[in-house]
């Protein structure tokens, strides 16, 4: 199975930008579109945040239906904030209504 | 030379809404002339939050390359609580030496002012981790709320990307309060703004037309990607927030708006400067 190291695709060790994501699903997609199982790996990175799992996982599972038989993560075990946020991603893209009322909901609520 | 008086109630200025229109009286007042120098005059302050800054040195720098106006400060005028403008850079920005400058930081609570490009995410990172987290006055911060931190900044600047629709870089700066227990920070571009964006994506939809209904959605956790959701990082930080005690400002359009706990409140704002503005305020004492 490949392994794409998402710091060698965006060259630095801080997936913060959108941009940067979707360079990582530009590489990604090359292997999902032809049905090939592939892991992408955050090991190295010391920073990740929402726009770019939103931008490279998410809109893989966006872009492919069969992704979450295809798309398997390595270096997320110790992390539980880069876990949230890869979780919540995927979560987004397969859910957004039921997402935004949820958001929208807890917003409500806290602030009513 | 024509000159401004900074002024403010109290002769303070601080990270509200009273300061933003202190600051934006400066940059109206020098917007309406061209080609030439301006020397703000700080004699009638005594105190401000250092992480305007930021805010004062985008707007400098606005004026420079927007109008061809120069801002002349003279250094001798920021005494006693003033100097903290010297210290953390501001001064050397303003006099275009910012590459020879290191911070003088004889007090631990100086965090200094710093201009980045929007894709340079080594540098922000950086100063995140080294001059800002790493600082010896934020010792009583354990590690787990500073990854938290480091975590809402990382997303603010993420955002910048994504709603500027600019190439200016941005201006960033903090401040620790030891004494009240609080870090603030501050980052500011000068891009479109929230509400041009928001607006034509809401269009047929829910139909945002204000800065404080747009400011709303976007910390709701919504996007205006389409097919690529952007970042949802706004959400999280209202939700620390809310939970943690802590505020975030946001300065957009014609709208001061903040979060503060379970209430939100906005402010109008007559004669804003194009950008957003973000004041994040975290209370760390007693957690």
Redesign the interface.
Known sequence: MAVLKIIDIIN?P?A???????KV?EVASESISRNQSIVISFQGL??I????C??SI??LY??FPNTSELLFFDGLEDNP?WHEKVQ??IE??LN?EK??QQ??A??DL??? | MLEYILSSPNQAIYTDFQGSRALLGFYNYAKRYRNCTIKLNFDAINFIDANLSAVLFAMIYDLKKTYNIFTFIDFSTLSKDLNILIRNGFTNHVARKEFTFSPLDNRDTTIPLRVISQTDVDSFCSYIEHDFLHQRGLNPINKQTKDKINNHYLEIFSNVELHTNTKDPVFVCGQYFPIQGEVKFTLVDLGEGFLKKIAAFTEGNVNIKTASKAIDWALSGNSTKKGAFGGTGLLGIKKYCIFSGNTIQVVTDNCHYTHFYRSATSQQILNPMKGTTIHLIFRYLNK
């Open positions: 630095t801080n913060i930008l959108h941009s940067f994501g979707l699903f010391k920073n945040t929402s726009a770019f939103n931008a998410g809109k966006l872009s904030i919540s991603s987004l893209a957004p997402i935004e958001n929208q807890i917003s806290l602030c009513s």
